[in-house]
């Protein structure tokens, strides 16, 4: 009797100091670091169970057992717990580090970048070439030939109504969406969709414009939110000199307000679409329609480019100036003129430039 309660003793004993080494070595285990060379994408599909999870991992050699992972699974019930998702895993992390993200749900997050001055075609056309989103938007404005400038939709009718129906799609009130983008960084996850950027994009324009708007001064020339926004992309593409596009603004205020013709070489570009082709020719400047500013009073028929912070402060605040005139330095800058004779004067000068 003696015998086997010594006996089992030892039995209980060794299970216990057994458990206690396996557990030990199972948090030690769980914080090694995961067999990876580089960085990689890891989906963990809906549906999934930890034990998917787990002979998964091991099949793509990211760790060489599964036995220590769902031992601490069992110690720690909490972690049996995975979302889908796409998840980014770095040579760096620990084998825990990897369950507490899946846990968590920590996506990895990708980014699109929108520049300040860019288009709205422009815009659809990195979206469609963008992994990892969801394409949900109609393909009809990224196909032909893409250049510098936004494409022009007035003489195709499918395009028109295409734009006009995107446009309803984010509550637009004009005729086209271009302009009402917010020009910035956007982070995503795997999956998101292209209208859900956009939304984001749209909705962070709609604060700024709005605090801007309600901010204005009462004296300048617009008489709703779509000619402030227009301005603002005009400015944008007359120049990426921060420092001269509040004096950019002055001009076309100038203008303005003596009822003149803003007279502006990019919205004859937008105007013109893919028949643009690097060069403004005589002819282009003497067509006539919604955004061949040297033929038409006031704004063209929609913003021009997606504005970015500078270009909308400049449309709000613009210096106080008498300049009428402004043309390149051929430096990357701008000579500006109070009238026609030293804008002329300014203007062979830059030719002189050119020939140089």
Known sequence: MLYLKKAL???????????????????????????????ILLTVESGSSFNQFTQRLVK???????????NYVRIHRKFANIKAGTYQITPEQTVKSLLIMINKGAEHQFSITFVEGTSLKQWLELLAKTDNIEHRLPTIFTQGKVNQYAV?????????????ALAQQFNIDAVSPEGYFYPDTYAFSAGDSDVDILQRAHNKMLVVLDKLWLNRNPNLPY??????????????????????????????????DKKMRLQTDPTVIYGLGERYQGDIKSKHLREVNQYNTRKIKGFPLTPIAMPGEHALQAAFYPASSDYLYFVS???????????????????????????K
Not at 62 to 69: A, D, G, P, S
Not at 329 to 355: E, W
Request: a positive charge.
């Open 9 to 39: 003793f030892i039995f209980f004993i060794t299970v216990v100091l057994t458990l206690a080494i396996v557990v030990g070595l199972t948090h030690i285990k769980i914080e090694e670091k995961l067999h990876l060379d580089a960085p």
């Open 60 to 70: 793509e050699k990211i760790i060489e057992t599964r036995f220590w992972l769902r």
């Open 152 to 164: 022009s939709y007035v003489n195709d009718e499918k395009k028109e109504k295409a734009l006009q």
């Open 223 to 256: 008489e709703n939110k779509q000619q402030a926004l227009t301005m603002a992309s005009i400015i944008e593409k007359e120049s990426g000199e921060y420092a001269e596009q509040d004096i950019i603004a002055s001009v076309f205020i100038n203008r303005l």
């Open 329 to 355: 330095n051929g430096k990357g800058q701008h000579v500006f003129s109070k009238t026609l004779k030293a804008h002329n004067a300014a203007v062979k000068l830059y030719l002189k430039h050119l020939k």
